[in-house]
Nanobody
């Protein structure tokens, strides 16, 4: 059974920074994509950023230049460095892991950007 454990959310002022972490455990093999999705109240969950085991990255347009995704394959971990945060970044952020034929989700961590 694959488990994802997230940490790093919280309350930050506009313009501030946060770093989210997610560690995966279980049998996940060596070929997988890890990413971060978010869901704001009343909105659909959206993909924020993802990174393949080869290091290829994707960012949604609204976070390009502000967020950086990275991973540590030895630890089966993925990180999201979020800079220049805006109120519209407020959401529950979910770690996601995709392997051929399956995907897994973390429990979610709240990020609130407010003065």
């Amino acid at each position: 059974q694959v488990q994802l454990v997230e940490s790093g959310g919280g309350l930050v002022q506009p313009g501030g920074s946060l770093r989210l972490s997610c560690a995966a455990s279980g049998s996940i093999g060596s070929f997988y994509v890890m990413g971060w999705h978010r869901q704001a109240p009343g909105k659909q969950r959206e993909l924020v950023a993802s990174i393949s085991n080869g290091g290829n990255t994707f960012y949604t347009d609204s976070v390009k230049g502000r967020f950086t995704i990275s991973r540590d394959n030895a630890k089966n971990a993925v990180y999201l460095q979020m800079n220049s945060l805006k109120p519209e970044d407020t959401a529950v952020y979910y770690c996601n892991l995709r392997i051929p034929g399956a995907q897994y989700w973390g429990q979610g961590t709240q990020v609130t950007v407010s003065s």
